[in-house]
């Protein structure tokens, strides 16, 4: 089993001192909840628990820390690698560039960026720390999972040290859209990027985060981005979307907690009737706490009906207490408070209640299953976790969401209420609305988005980006194409010379004549025939022609020679001796269970596809989504569907719509099949397109694979284009090209049928 690191600024773990010794305590932050389920789901997880590393910046002393492993009573989860940052060095890179330049920038706040040299140096300096770190533990087969905005630069700093390192890289925050993004002095925004692309797989929230991204890459560093992967070098990285979620079950379950009911039967006691409204954030300016605050107070304007029978209570976290712009934003919220209330408080009500501590996950549950309405209205937000937490709390289906339609979450929670969170008339427009909704529709929007989140929960989050990781690491173990040069031709011409028994499968077009205006003008020169014959007379040679052309042309251009060919994909195949066999249609009821599953997945990760199933196929149709979303997702699933479909499937590629049906024929299985019929110890498959990697995929094992051209490939070597393959394929005849040029001008005679 592989072991996983995950690398993040902090740790999941606190220590504390104690008379019994130092006591570990693990944290239930996010993350670490997260993979802790996933970890434990071990039919998912694919990584030995005990074998699970985090590296991260110590808040405790090596001191502590010594003491701690000396005497050790309980060691967690994970295992813990603390790395220490000098003093300084921290400042400029937590509080400097991280807090201070990349959270206000990526959320939109520029006024509030500052642009330091020294923060630049500083954050540099501490990805380096961690990236040394990182190289003195690593080893051979290793999975690196790299979290957030503090650590953009590690990546490639660990590329740098282990080359073939598996890197996953996971922004928790927005990426802003590319005019945002430029505004970051020129080396370093390009130096975030390039280090970001040190990764095999980049992961952020939203679509929209994607393509900023993309955008960004493509306008300051040049590589453009396609089907969602972005080539960087002779290394594809891949770019997508996994929305973060919650640990659905253990908020859902919170709700019937003894602890839990207890404190939400004190706070409707105090309420008495009236209707609650509640909000928690950490302090910070881009949760919109000011602008939620006038919002109240439009609606407070607007309402006065509602007077004495409504209670805000705003809990205020505190968070990065050492940045200026907190402090002042906490003074901000305090005036403001108090102003609404000195406005409307009478002597038995308090419309405000304005809380600044964090709360225990039994009073925070308490207040999600206690309110009528939670107002979320962050003025931008990578995710916001708190919304789905609210959602998965509540039981009793009851309870509104009103929320930003710029949190990330906004984009799975179409049934809250959604609101521009600058918008005062709007947001006390929604809360009217909400504080009027009836308990049937409460309920029906609950339900959808419950099911929504259920479905889609941290685990499925952690499972899904591990194993798009790994695909990304396989696929480009699969592209790493070999161009046959000299030494390696002298190789195979060996392995040919020594071989009893061969077989030569060429693809046609492309393979063996260049692509044609029109498809009936590229038959085949004399020349190519004349190769052909020659390499079948060889009596140890056994040559196919393997084409998706039909029958009566294969016939008509090579029916005198004495080579098998394959028209159609493997429809119908012509023996040496000219008799063409059919392949009857094969109909398997059970291969319909594995695509469904890959088809469903595809509508779990793109909202609005749908699966429909007829009785000989099963469609995925995609016209319902963002195009490019769509497309994307269907460039994933005709992949999973090649890998799953045998020689009775055939998927096609449609207009918004993938389709897969019974067919019964494909170039790898029937090549599979003709590389069967006889003990051949040479096999040889050349070709240039996407139905040639079929018959790539099927013989990887025992045949040496050619791809001509140099796109992607699951072939083993590649050849630039025909002219190459035919002085290739000439040398097989023994006879060298003695300085004539061979004829590769496709034949454009048309011949009578
Ligand atoms: C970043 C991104 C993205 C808060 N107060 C208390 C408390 N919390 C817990 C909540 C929730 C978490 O903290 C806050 O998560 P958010 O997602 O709302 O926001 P950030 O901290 O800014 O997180 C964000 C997230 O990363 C994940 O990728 O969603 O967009 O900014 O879990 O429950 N928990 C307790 N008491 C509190 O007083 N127990």
New binding site residues.
Partial sequence: MKRLIIVSNRLPIQLLRQESGVQLLES?G?LATALKSYLQAQDRSSFNPEEVIWVGNADFSPELWEEFNETKQSTGTFKIAPLWLDNEVNDGFYNGLSNSTIWPLFHYFPTFATYKDSDWQAYQQANEVFADRLAELYQPGDVLWIHDYHLMLLPKLVRSRRPDATIGFFL??PFPSFEIYRMLPGPWREGLLNGMLGSDLIGF?TNDYVQHFEKSVHRLIGNESKLRSIQVGNRPVKVDLFP?SIDYERFNSAYTLPEVVEERNKIREQLQDNKLLFS???L?YTKGVLNRLQGYEKFLERHPEWHGRISFVM?V?PSRSEISSYGERKQMIEENTGRINGRFATMSWQPVVYQYR????EQ?CAYYTACDVALITPIR??????AK?FVATRQDEQGVLILSEVA?AAAELGEALLINPTDREGMAQAIERALSMSPQNQSERMRLMQTRIREYDVVQWADDFLTQLFNAKSQQHQWEVRILNVALRKQIMEKYQNAQKRLLLLDYDGTLVPFAKFPELARPSERVVELLNELAAVPQNQVVIISGRDKKTLENWFGSLAIQLVAEHGAAVRQPDGIWQENPDAFHPEWRANIQQAMNLAVQRCPGTFVEEKTHSLAWHYRNTADDLGFARSRDLIDTLHGLTGHQLQVIDGNKVVEVRVAGVDKGSVASRIASESNYDFIMAIGDDRTDEDMFRALSDRALTIKVGQQKTLARYSLPDTGAVLSFLQRFTGMENNGENIDLTPNTELTSA
Avoid: Y
């Avoid at 964090?358 to 996950?361: A, G, N, R, V």
């Avoid at 937000?381 to 708190?386: A, F, H, P, S």
């Fill in positions: 239930a996010g928790h925050i929230h973060i928690v954030d950490r910070d809990v976290v964090s709360l225990s996950f925070l937000d990578g995710m916001n976790l708190v937490e990330g």
